[in-house]
């Protein structure tokens, strides 16, 4: 496993959850994290607090990633604070829950730009560096209901599939350049997105328990920190999908 002292890790929706969990994560490894958010200023000023409380070097960016100009911005402002981004995790996201044939084209245009989109604009900034150093790691978290069909609904699950095949086209593309992506594709966490946007109360795995958020991180850092794993898609639900 490699050494991540000393580089510089961007993770995107970093001001809860799973995004939150990862920059704490990639900070207690030796990282310098910039924590993106779009709107909850408070919890992402949090997370940075607690980074530093442990020693570690973090520093919030406000940035919509689903739009270009935004990605674009946020790139070239942490790179300008923190040094060459070599770590990309991807979790900006959105969940909201339609039935199948009640899903608008505005549900839909804002599933596929805020999970999917936004990991191509944010992608496609950092690559050329990563290409030029030789080094990189990227990470999309997708979702197990890309595999399953989940209880959100298909504009959801074609987002998340979308970043798995991003995943893979990535991987192919720039294996010889020592560049790995890979996702994740956690079902069942205990997030507020999982309890309190979708209304899940009780854990459906046979585990008898929802994930956590930290055992997704350490999921991705081994991910982050592995240089022989490339194009693949870990699957984090205790059991309830085997591939």
């Known amino acids: 496993m490699e050494s991540l002292e000393g580089r510089t890790a961007l993770v995107t929706g970093a001001s809860r959850g799973i995004g939150e969990a990862c920059a704490l994560a990639l900070a207690g490894a030796g990282c310098a994290v910039a924590v993106n958010y779009r709107e909850r200023e408070k919890e992402a000023e949090r997370v940075c607090g607690a980074i530093r409380a442990a020693g570690g070097q973090a520093l919030p960016f406000r940035a919509d990633v ?11 402002g942490v790179q300008a604070a923190l040094g060459p981004i070599g770590i990309l995790i991807n979790n900006a996201g959105v969940a909201r829950k339609r039935a199948p044939l ?32 030789r080094w990189g790691r990227i990470v999309n978290v997708s979702s197990g209901a890309a595999y399953t069909g989940g209880a959100v609904g298909p504009h959801y699950v074609a987002s998340k599939a979308g970043m798995i095949g991003l995943s893979r086209a990535y991987a192919a593309a720039f294996v010889r350049e020592g560049i790995t992506v890979n996702a994740v594709a956690p ?33 991705v850092l081994m991910l982050v920190r592995n240089g022989y794993i490339t194009g693949q898609t870990l699957l984090i639900n205790a059991g309830g999908y085997m591939t």
Not at 188 to 215: N, V
Request: aromatic share 4%; hydrophobic share 40%; glycine share 10%.
């Open 66 to 76: 689903s739009r270009a100009a935004g990605a674009k911005a946020l790139v070239e």
């Open 102 to 133: 009640e899903i608008t084209e505005a549900d839909w245009d804002e599933a596929i730009t805020v999970n999917l989109t936004s990991a191509f604009l944010v992608s496609r900034e950092v690559l050329p560096g990563m290409r030029e150093r």
């Open 187 to 219: 079902v069942g966490i205990e997030t507020e997105m999982q309890t309190k946007d979708l209304g899940h109360t009780a854990p459906r795995a046979a585990i008898g328990r929802f994930g956590t958020s930290g055992e997704v991180a350490e999921a």
